[in-house]
């Protein structure tokens, strides 16, 4: 339904910084929350932040524990993309990172069943 490709990733050192970028398609981005998961490897899916659709008030977000304080999430409707600034990026964070979007807006924000489109994900990898 909501064509997503992302971007940014690549090879980073402990400490370090990088930017994801999610782009969709569609005429309707501003109306549906969107998420970023991960999938170190050997492991399963994880989720790591969410931005919601915007309203008068702003928009707001939602982190996972692990990265909370260090990664940052935000929207520009304007150009149908989300972002994920990562910081003081650890080895544990290697892995592949995937936007989706909540069409539905789902309260259920870190459950990745409720997002019904996904982006093919980008490697990000932290070296020591």
């Known amino acids: 339904q909501v064509q997503l490709v992302e971007s940014g990733g690549g090879l980073v050192q402990a400490g370090g910084s990088l930017k994801l970028s999610c782009a969709a398609s569609g005429r309707t981005f501003r109306t549906y929350a969107m998420g970023w998961f991960r999938q170190p490897p050997g492991k399963e899916r994880e989720f790591v932040a969410r931005?919601?659709?915007?309203?008068?008030?702003?928009?707001?977000?939602r982190y996972a524990d692990s990265v909370k304080g260090r990664f940052t999430i935000s929207r520009d409707n304007a150009k149908n993309t989300v972002y994920l600034q990562m910081n003081s990026l650890q080895p544990e964070d290697t892995a592949v990172y995937y936007c989706?979007?909540?069409?539905?807006?789902?309260?259920?924000?870190?459950?990745?069943?409720?997002?019904?489109?996904w982006g093919q994900g980008t490697q990000v990898t932290v070296s020591s």
């Open positions: 931005v919601e659709r915007i309203s008068w008030s702003g928009s707001s977000t």
């Open positions: 989706a979007a909540d069409v539905s807006n789902s309260v259920y924000y870190s459950d990745s069943a409720r997002y019904s489109s």
